[in-house]
Each structure stands twice: as structure tokens, then as C-alpha cells.
């Protein structure tokens, strides 16, 4: 099992930047994914998540408006699309995969948000 995030980088404010969180060794479509972050002396946060079968989508309200997730079955992939990024998003960003009991996590990818 393994999820590989990648995109993340260096980015001025107000910039945009789009993360993939590639999924292998189990069936991507069944789990719910999520997306999550940890800046530097903070707690892990909950993001965005995208269910499945329903696509239905939920947001940290601190994202609201600015972030979007999104998945593609037929790659084993999912998004975040982030836009109008501020100096608060800069953190490590990592991809989760769950159904019921069980959770995957990828290594994260790092965001920061600096001129």
C-alpha cells in the first residue's frame, strides 16, 4: 500500500499551487480521501475531504473558497487545488485514505508560502 504525494514547492502570496496524492496497492475507489496538514509546532488539521461513491466534498472553513479537492478513480489519484494561498497554508501536506477501521498516509509534501 502506498500513497505518494507530490506538487507541493514554494509559492508567493496569493499564488496557487495543485497537490496529487497517488494511491497503489488497494482499491483507491472504495476509500474516502483526505487531505491534512501540520505546520511547524502545530497539531495535524483536517483540510478537505472527498467521499465515495457520492464525490461529496467538506472543507476546513479556513479553505472554504480557495481550496478544491477532487479524485479520479480511474487514475488512483486525487487533488487539491489551492488558490490564493497565504502565509498560514505553508505546512507539510499529507494524503489519507480511509474506510471504516482502516487508514493509509502518505509521507506528506511540503507547502510554503513566502515572497
Known amino acids: 500500500v502506498q500513497l505518494v504525494e507530490s506538487g507541493g514547492g514554494l509559492v508567493q502570496p496569493g499564488g496557487s499551487l495543485r497537490l496529487s496524492c497517488s494511491a497503489s496497492?488497494?482499491?483507491?475507489?472504495?476509500?474516502?480521501i483526505n487531505w491534512w496538514r501540520q505546520s511547524s509546532g502545530k497539531e495535524r488539521e483536517f483540510v478537505a475531504t472527498?467521499?465515495?461513491?457520492?464525490?461529496?466534498?467538506h472543507y476546513h472553513d479556513s479553505v472554504k473558497g480557495r481550496f478544491t479537492i477532487s479524485r479520479d478513480n480511474a487514475r488512483n489519484t486525487a487533488y487539491l487545488q489551492m488558490k490564493r494561498l497565504n502565509s498560514e497554508d505553508s505546512a507539510v501536506y499529507y494524503c489519507?485514505?480511509?474506510?471504516?477501521?482502516?487508514?493509509?498516509w502518505g509521507q506528506g509534501t511540503e507547502v510554503t508560502v513566502s515572497s
Open positions: 489519507n485514505a480511509r474506510l471504516l477501521q482502516t487508514s493509509y
Open positions: 496497492g488497494f482499491t483507491f475507489s472504495d476509500y474516502h
Open positions: 472527498i467521499s465515495t461513491p457520492s464525490g461529496a466534498t
